[in-house]
């Protein structure tokens, strides 16, 4: 039996391993699904022989398709359990990504779009949850962090291997690979995700609980809070995503191989962030994270603003400030998921799935908004980024900071309240 254990202990290891990729990859299906084909913004336009605005319309309907379907996502997870709804959602996403491969039309992109959005925000939305059914609150917020770092390498990779795509083949070599990645997901939920929601919720699916659950939430300042920051500082990040291949591969003339360089620096940037986060968020407390976020956020978004209003506008004045705020992004937004969960361990499915809601509305707005509006210039995107960052700040402070338990967590209560949940077993 001695002979036995090594190997055991290694099994058992390799499981968890495999496990937390797993959920690295389903918290990073949005960032997917999104960036990877940002390059290629400006070649579909040519395809389809369209404007900037009607293809931005291809991102807007994702985060549209991915506010909508998370309000449902969260209480399903919360009543038949989280990994045969992630079944089901990310086949839905490899349905949509064939018909984006085979779309005639900006229209019926457009539409595939939508349909692969709904199937793809089940990765991130039950992901979150999952996170919250083993770590308490402080230790959510670390594992988010650390997976918030993980996960960065996600889309500072994408952009580049979009751009190879696009430079090698065309746009649907994009989503050809998108498919491949759903593919592969599904075969990994079979055989390695184990069930965490040991709690199922018979009444999750009611729809006076469900509105009821939600009216409870949105009445929550605390919760507001956390989840109104989160909505503004996605913003700035969605200006940036649906701006930047217009504004650096048009305007400043890079190559769609470089972009994803330039892109690549900036998820480093967030990557940064959360690790740092990850280390001290357990002795600062997630309130002050999130106050330094979104502090040194605003102060990034009003430099990158006026030094555009004065006619300073390089890529150097572009990426730098936006560095910096991204930096920011991964103290807050790890910190502010974990205080706007939190508080509901019987109902994580559903804060998750609302606060998804909140945070996609708001970036098809300001995507939406932007596009037709005003169009994408290097201001536009500037003062768009101060505007986010300005109101993540206020949102915050009136809001969240106001109410906050200022306790800190000693280092012995932390490991007390750490889940001993063994991630990769099943449990029991």
């Known amino acids: 039996m001695l002979g036995c254990r090594r190997p055991l202990i290694l099994e058992t290891q390799l499981k968890r391993v ?10 990073a299906y949005q960032p997917i699904a999104t960036d990877t084909y940002l390059p290629a913004l400006p070649a579909i336009a040519r395809a389809f022989g369209t404007d900037a605005a009607m293809v931005q319309w291809t991102l807007s309907a ?44 900006i229209e019926a992109l457009i539409a595939a779009r939508f349909f692969q959005a709904i199937g793809c925000c089940a990765g991130p939305t039950i992901a979150r949850a999952v996170v919250r059914d083993v770590f308490s609150r402080e230790h ?17 990779l994408a952009p ?17 690979a998108m498919a491949v990645i759903g593919a592969a997901t599904l075969l990994s939920l079979a055989g390695l995700f184990h069930e965490t929601n040991q709690r199922l919720d018979p009444d999750a699916l009611n729809r006076r609980r469900m509105a009821a659950n939600y009216r409870e939430m949105l009445g929550e300042r605390g919760f507001m809070g ?18 930047s291949p217009h504004v650096i591969i048009t305007q400043h003339g890079v190559s769609p191989n470089v972009y994803g360089y330039y892109f690549a620096a900036m998820a480093l940037s967030y990557s940064a962030g959360t690790l740092l986060a990850a280390r001290i968020t357990l002795r600062v407390g ?11 956020g605003a102060l990034a978004g009003l430099t990158q603003a006026g030094l555009s209003l004065v006619g300073e506008r390089t890529l150097l004045t572009l990426l730098v400030p936006q560095g910096i ?35 996609l509305t ?13 169009g994408w210039t290097q201001l536009t995107m500037s003062l768009g980024l101060a505007a986010m960052s300005v109101l993540a700040l206020i949102a915050f402070w009136s809001l969240a900071w106001r109410g906050r338990d200022r306790r800190i967590l000693s280092p012995a209560e932390a490991r007390a309240t750490e889940s001993v949940y063994n991630i990769g077993r099943r449990p029991g």
Do not use: H
């Not at 495999?18 to 918290?27: D, G, K």
């Not at 580049?160 to 050809?176: H, N, P, V």
């Not at 309130?287 to 976020?293: K, T």
């Open 18 to 27: 495999a496990f937390w990729a797993l959920l690295v990859t389903l918290i």
């Open 62 to 105: 994702f985060f549209l398709g991915t506010a909508a379907a998370q309000l449902f996502y969260g209480p399903l997870s919360d009543r038949f359990g989280r990994k045969p709804v992630l079944i089901v959602g990310i086949a839905i996403f490899f349905v949509g990504s064939l018909a984006c491969i085979f779309a005639p039309s």
């Open 140 to 156: 959510a917020a670390r594992a988010l962090a650390y997976l918030g770092a993980a996960m960065g390498l996600i889309p500072a």
């Open 160 to 176: 580049i291997l979009g751009g190879y795509l696009l430079t090698s083949f065309d746009w649907r070599a994009i989503f050809i």
């Open 226 to 243: 956390f989840a109104l920051t989160v909505s503004f500082t996605i913003g700035g990040l969605v200006i940036f995503l649906s701006g």
């Open 286 to 296: 997630i309130e002050r994270m999130v106050l330094i976020g979104v502090g040194i």
């Open 325 to 359: 705020f991204m930096t920011c992004l991964g103290f807050t937004l790890p910190n502010a998921l974990a205080g706007a969960i939190g508080p509901y361990s019987t109902k994580a499915g559903a804060a998750s799935a609302l606060l998804g809601f909140l945070q």
């Open 362 to 374: 708001t970036a098809a707005g300001v995507t939406i908004g932007v596009a037709y509006a005003v």
